[in-house]
Nanobody, 120 residues
């Protein structure tokens, strides 16, 4: 099984920046897509950005031009650089990975989430 650990969340003023990291560890063959989602209380979890392994990135319209997803395959780590943050970006941010297990099963794994709070 893979474990995803997020870090980098916190409190920032509007217009500021944060960089989230998601490190995958455990036993697996490879990771296909990695992505970031966010959720606020009472609402559904929504996609923020995804990045396939070697494919093109995909962003929610609300973050295009402000957020950048990247990954370091050698470290099995994904990053989300968030600039020009707005109060409406406040949420718990979750890392997601599509993992190829040692038995070559493909499954989705989630991190525990990291809180991002943007003050106005």
């Amino acid at each position: 099984q893979v474990q995803l650990v997020e870090s980098g969340g916190g409190l920032v003023q509007a217009g500021g920046s944060l960089r989230l990291s998601c490190a995958a560890s455990g036993s697996f063959i490879s990771i296909n897509a990695m992505g970031w989602y966010r959720q606020v209380p009472g609402k559904q979890r929504e996609l923020v950005a995804t990045m396939p392994n070697g494919g093109s990135t995909n962003y929610a319209d609300s973050v295009k031009g402000r957020f950048t997803i990247s990954r370091d395959n050698a470290k099995s780590t994904s990053y989300l650089q968030m600039n020009s943050l707005k109060p409406e970006d406040t949420a718990i941010y979750y890392c997601n990975a599509e993992v190829v297990s040692l038995r070559r099963n493909v499954y989705n794994s989630w991190g525990q989430g990291t809180q991002v709070t943007v003050s106005s």
